[in-house]
């Protein structure tokens, strides 16, 4: 008898997905050295670089905080909580 590895098998339509996902980073990169190359002789002021700092900065502090949040709701059962026709049904409790 087989031994099961405990992993899924990837289906046609997940490696379809994955396949459209890694071009859309594979364009996504050519598009962005194509412009980093077109705009390299522009001058960017000190203001410039403050702001692209800044906004760089804020955006990992939000995206760092929001996946927190998922990270301690998801521990704390809240996430549970929020669809409970998804949860296993309690010792003593009708599934209906």
Request: hydrophobic letters at 45%; a neutral charge; glycine letters at 12%.
């Amino acid at each position: 008898m087989p031994r099961s590895s405990g992993r899924a098998k990837i289906g046609a339509g997940q490696i379809i997905l994955l396949s459209v996902l890694a071009a859309l980073l594979v364009v996504t990169g050519v598009c962005a050295a194509y412009v980093w190359n077109a705009s390299s002789d522009v001058p960017m002021s000190v203001h410039g670089w403050i702001a692209l700092g800044l906004g760089t900065f804020f955006s990992l502090l939000i995206g760092c905080g929001l996946m927190a949040l998922m990270f301690f709701s998801s521990r704390s059962g809240h996430d549970e909580a929020a669809t409970p026709h998804f949860r296993e049904p309690r010792e003593g409790e009708d599934r209906g």
